[in-house]
């Protein structure tokens, strides 16, 4: 075997191996997710609407959701959460991160607790406009940020 025959099989499986591997990170585990009616923020039980989501098993923090809910319905809940959204795949097309955490930073949206320790060390967070416009995710708990 010469070193070109080499240099070209090498460069193929590096090709091949990212390619499988972006699949993997960006595709693979995640599983679409629709048509849930309600989700529970604190003690209630919350309608909502047009529910478009994604979610994994081989994470906690990989669920992502797109809904419209009825802001009067979050009123007299506890706020005092810090909201940060973690980034979706590109082709989950209305969770717009950098889009929710401005609004978030500039009050045109309110970030919500909706459960504490979720999974363990994760809490889900939900953060409501006031057109009834709600995105959900999962974080980490103040106490694993540090």
Known sequence: MNGKTFGIGF???AVIFGA??????VYAYYEKVDGISEITVQDRTI???DYEGIDATSSGLKLRGCFSVEPADFEGL???VNAVPLSAPSWFDCFDV?????????GKAIG?????????????VVAVYPDGRAFQWRQLNEKYQE
């Not at 950098?98 to 500039?106: E, K, V, Y």
């Open 11 to 13: 460069v193929a499986f």
């Open 98 to 106: 950098a889009r929710i955490q401005q609004d978030i930073d500039a």
């Open 78 to 80: 506890a706020l005092g």
């Open 112 to 124: 919500y607790l909706a459960t504490e320790n979720e999974k363990d060390g994760i809490d889900r």
């Open 47 to 49: 309608a909502v609407a």
């Open 20 to 25: 499988g591997l972006y699949y993997a990170l």
